[in-house]
């Protein structure tokens, strides 16, 4: 088990959803962790759980996109 950091823009993702509170967003972001199979502290910002299943969560918060690099990504989490 890794534990890593999640960095998110909040001002940039509640403008585009003027609905959501700062609040409301992590809690919509904890819920998607248990999801993906990984515990998510919205205190701390972290995020904790196996390689897969934190590329899966960070290929959900990053969005649609190129390709995801899983050697990078793996690198990233053991340097942690």
């Known amino acids: 088990m890794y534990t890593v950091p999640f960095n998110i823009d909040f001002d940039d993702i509640i403008a585009e959803d003027e609905s959501l509170t700062k609040s409301e967003l992590l809690n919509q972001i904890k819920s998607e962790g ?47």
């Open 34 to 80: 248990d999801n993906h199979g990984v515990s998510v502290d919205i205190v701390n910002h972290t995020v904790t759980g196996n390689i897969d299943s934190l590329a899966s969560f960070f290929m959900m918060i990053d969005g649609p996109g190129p390709s995801f690099n899983m050697e990078e990504f793996t690198e990233w989490v053991v340097n942690q």
